[in-house]
DNA sequence: TCTTTCATACTAACGTTTTAGTATGAAGAG
DNA sequence: CTCTTCATACTAAAACGTTAGTATGAAAGA
């Protein structure tokens, strides 16, 4: 079940949302957000930041007082990799059932539709 | 990181997969299907196929010798829901973004892309 | 019948992910 | 200067997922 160097666990996936969301911060901002969420311990969060950082997700440099957290991965290509890595999973591989799948099965508004038809061409 | 009730771990979707694709059939069936693709214990097998059947995804009656395992849940509605969860955490429900992701990075053929453009009608 | 093969239940170990406590030292308040 | 607050490192346990061994009994083969 070896996940690639650009796959992200459930919990580890809330705090880079966060962390792309707010720009460098420190653990004590992510907490704060994700506080508003659910119940969670400072110490949680201290403690998934370093795992990010040493998977690469995160990178910390010295602040005034706490560190500072930064996305060293751009969101896009993890999402990418995210992506990629369910549809090998769950389509085998390929994209176009999951695309006739969303077009089908979510409710899109017209306008939506517009985008998606104007972007195939 | 409570998973809905129709979502299923990575390796038993590989063995959804192959019930689905077999239809009825016992865990001697699957764990050669299986085997094909990789080193595995039959017992393993089995200990899994008893779990989706406490969970739910697959029913399981008296056979000749063996018992038979059948799906209780259609691929597609398993599926769908996989595909819904994946959305929330990972676009935060919103089916759009995903979508162009995949007309954007993906590489699909012209006859493809006039698929999924006629099921946009 | 005796032996081998097979299916199942039960049990458990291992790996990963998630969660948080405790210890330590630094910064800030008084 | 002392006390409190805060950040970090270290540690570890809970929770989950995955894998498979062992025991048991049934069936098949000789």
């Known amino acids: 079940m070896k996940s690639g160097k650009y796959t992200l666990t459930g919990q580890e996936l809330e705090i880079m949302k966060v962390v792309w969301r707010l720009g460098p911060c420190n653990v004590r901002h992510v907490y704060e957000a994700l506080l508003e969420q ?51 999973r769950v389509f085998n591989g390929a994209a176009e059932p999951l695309l006739l799948h969303l077009v089908e099965d979510e409710q899109l508004s017209k306008a939506e539709l517009d985008e998606i038809r104007r972007s195939i061409k």
């Open 38 to 88: 659910r119940k969670i311990a400072y110490t949680t969060v201290s403690t998934m930041m370093n795992i990010l950082e040493t998977k690469g997700f995160l990178k910390k440099k010295a602040g005034d007082k706490a560190f500072v957290y930064a996305p060293s991965k751009p969101q896009k290509t993890v999402i990418r990799a995210m992506v990629r890595e369910f549809v090998d």
